[in-house]
């Protein structure tokens, strides 16, 4: 009463296979170029005077010690 199940064709496995591969293999292309791009913005981001300043001034509100050592000012 129960018949088997059909086998997919070899072929046509190979070539989903082969397609997915592609798939995946653009989709790491494209994450990889998205985290430098990510890097670089982060690396702006944290030489910016702005950004240091508000880094110093949460760490002032958190008892914590600011940090100097690259020439920005702190204001009280």
């Known amino acids: 009463m129960s018949q088997e199940p059909k086998l997919p064709d070899l072929e046509k496995v190979k070539q989903t296979s082969a397609k997915m591969k592609e798939i995946c293999d653009r989709a790491d292309a494209g994450i990889l170029v998205l985290n430098s791009l990510i890097a670089q ?22 008892n ?13």
Not at 64 to 76: A, L
């Open 64 to 76: 914590m010690k600011p940090d100097t050592s690259e020439g920005t000012e702190v204001c009280s």
């Open 41 to 62: 913005l982060e690396e702006q981001i944290h030489s910016s005077p702005l950004y240091r300043y508000r880094l110093n001034r949460a760490k002032q509100l958190l």
